[in-house]
């Protein structure tokens, strides 16, 4: 009784806006007084904060947030956008293709979801708005497109998954990399798909000759090596993914001094923004292993797996209502916040169903994406909605369709585990 009533707590303390940290270590703390006393609960509370920061693994936190904000002081994310531009951009609706492989692109060297749509928004729409795209569809992309850099490798997310379950993180990293590819041609075939039902919201734009098309190859080559120096170096073993965190961050330093967009103000934004981005992670961690000890003293966890495993239907009816739970929980929750709430208590369930904790892992992050995109707390849709100077109900009817091909994805790989599971699968 107990825990339901710390439960419902949190869910009360969310819902009036209290950062989900400090709701988390709040609630847990007053949950710990009820069930194990005072001096107990104040035990844990002076131990938990050095006990569940000081690992290893999770240096790579702050140094893969650090490698974004240095990608987005270079300026490597136009670049970017105009190189694939000129590639893809004389095709009916090339601009929106050339925004979602500019996500996918933005993703794999950054790992933040709002900084990709914010990267993303600046250039995109400007770009999308002067050809004579309809602004709700190409809000739509731009929101959509973002939300590969929660999946795509180095991906925060996975990260913390991996910290949170004690399983190998670069096969989490190196298992995101196949549906990562799958969720982009999601994206451009619904693009397709809303272009044949409607052709006038995405016109052509003019061709370019290869001579500008080998110039633009040269200009994202930077981009290009230190996507291949961090992913590569954690597929081939050379480097643990900590270590290939640090590698991102000194290369996207350099490409930013290389760029000459360095400046003393850049270089203290960029810090002081991943020291911010940092903290915020690290309370939720603290609150949430705080937390965690009053769902394991009031023995929730273990009734959820007897619960679970007692169910007599098919354990892939269960992991869809699972994956349905997480999409609605994603319409109201922080998405981080979510995954280090609820995956301690999920994971021993699906596992003691028979399913791999890599594969479950990917499912929740791209479950996660949805919620990036979903009303009320699409965060996403929230980022776009102020660089297009559109209503929020505009943007959320524009990315629609994309949470459709979403959930497609999601069924996808429920069915078919190896498109997950293959290629960590040839790293061992």
């Not at 095709?91 to 060297?109: K, Q, R, S, Y």
């Not at 039902?197 to 930077?222: C, N, T, V, Y």
């Not at 369930?349 to 499912?363: N, Q, R, Y």
């Amino acid at each position: 009784m107990t825990s339901l009533l710390v439960v419902i707590g949190l869910l009360g303390l969310l819902l009036l806006g209290v950062p989900v940290g400090f709701a988390l270590a709040f609630t847990g703390l007053v949950g710990l007084m009820t069930i194990v006393g005072f001096d107990s609960a104040l035990s844990v509370l002076s131990t938990t904060p050095l006990s569940t920061t000081n690992g290893f693994e999770l240096i790579a936190v702050p140094l893969f947030i650090l490698m974004a904000e240095f990608v987005i002081v270079s300026g490597i994310a136009d670049r970017m956008f105009k190189a694939i531009t000129i590639w893809v951009g004389r095709l009916p609706g090339g601009l929106a293709v050339a925004t979602a492989l500019a996500g996918a692109g933005f993703g794999a060297i950054s790992g933040s979801s709002t900084a990709a749509a914010a990267a993303l928004s600046s250039t995109s729409i400007p770009a999308m708005r002067r050809a004579g795209y309809d602004v709700k569809f190409a809000s739509g992309v731009v929101a959509v497109s973002g939300t590969l850099a929660m999946l795509i490798p180095p991906s925060i997310a996975l990260v913390l998954y991996g910290i949170i379950v004690e399983v190998n993180i670069a096969s989490l990293l190196i298992g995101g990399v196949i549906p990562g590819i799958i969720v982009t041609l999601a994206i451009i075939a619904t693009i397709y798909v809303l272009m044949a039902r409607d052709p006038s919201i995405a016109p052509a734009a003019r061709p370019w000759p290869m001579r500008d098309k080998l110039r633009a190859l040269r200009a994202i080559g930077p981009m290009l090596l230190l996507l291949l120096c961090v992913t590569g170096s954690i597929y081939l073993g050379i480097a643990t993914p900590t270590e290939a965190a640090g590698l991102g961050a000194f290369g996207a330093f350099l490409i930013a001094a290389a760029f000459r967009t360095l400046t003393l103000k850049t270089t203290w934004g960029a810090l002081a923004r991943a020291v911010r981005a940092t903290c915020m992670i690290f309370m939720i961690i603290i609150g949430a292993h705080i937390f965690g000890y009053v769902l394991t003293l009031g023995q929730i966890t273990p009734d959820f797996v007897n619960w679970i495993t007692g169910l007599e239907v098919s354990p892939y009816l269960v992991m869809a209502g699972i994956i349905a739970f997480y999409l609605v929980m994603g319409c109201f929750m922080d998405q981080m916040a979510i995954l280090i709430l609820t995956v301690p208590v999920m994971v021993p369930a699906i596992t003691s169903l028979g399913f791999d904790p890599v594969w479950f892992g990917v499912l929740v992050v791209v479950a996660a994406e949805v919620g990036m995109i979903t009303p009320p707390l699409g965060m996403n849709i929230f980022v776009v909605s102020r660089y297009a100077e559109r209503p929020l109900s505009e943007i959320f009817r524009g990315v629609a369709p994309h949470v459709v091909s979403h959930i497609i994805v999601l069924a996808l790989l429920v069915a078919f585990p190896q498109l997950v599971l293959w290629l960590p699968g040839t790293t061992q």
